[in-house]
């Protein structure tokens, strides 16, 4: 994730699929956060777990969707690993999300569905 961590703003990273049905719920919400905070104090990064052999679909979904964040795409075992070794916990599947600080030190986690409460809690801070 170092390299598409953006320094000097809160960075929420949401882990999700095409496949993902929970996820499908949260773009619209995901997406209007990105919208209100990237010029400003936060920004949103996606990461889709399909494979990388999914490129040209997770592309489409990603249009068809509309989201507003940029995503990239990793292999489900590659990043279950690198979760597993950044929070201790187990990655049980998605959306999960992950968030960094202004400084890109990991101040957050959640397996499952974010709330509007709780992206606002996140700014508050």
């Known amino acids: 994730l170092g390299g598409h961590i953006v320094k000097d703003k809160v960075n929420v990273v949401m882990v999700w699929t095409t496949y993902c049905g929970v996820c499908r719920g949260q773009y619209p919400l995901i997406s209007k956060f990105h919208d209100q905070y990237k010029e400003g104090d936060a920004v949103v990064l996606g ?5 990388f052999d999914a490129t040209e679909k997770v592309r489409s979904y990603r249009t068809e969707q509309r989201h507003s964040f940029p995503s990239v795409i990793s292999q489900a075992t590659q990043f279950a690993e690198l979760y597993e070794k950044t929070t201790g916990e187990e990655f049980t599947g998605t959306p999960t999300y992950l968030v960094f600080n202004k400084e890109g030190g990991l101040i957050a986690y959640l397996d499952g569905p974010i709330s509007q409460n709780g992206l606002d809690k996140l700014m508050a801070n």
């Open 47 to 51: 990461i889709s777990l399909d494979g």
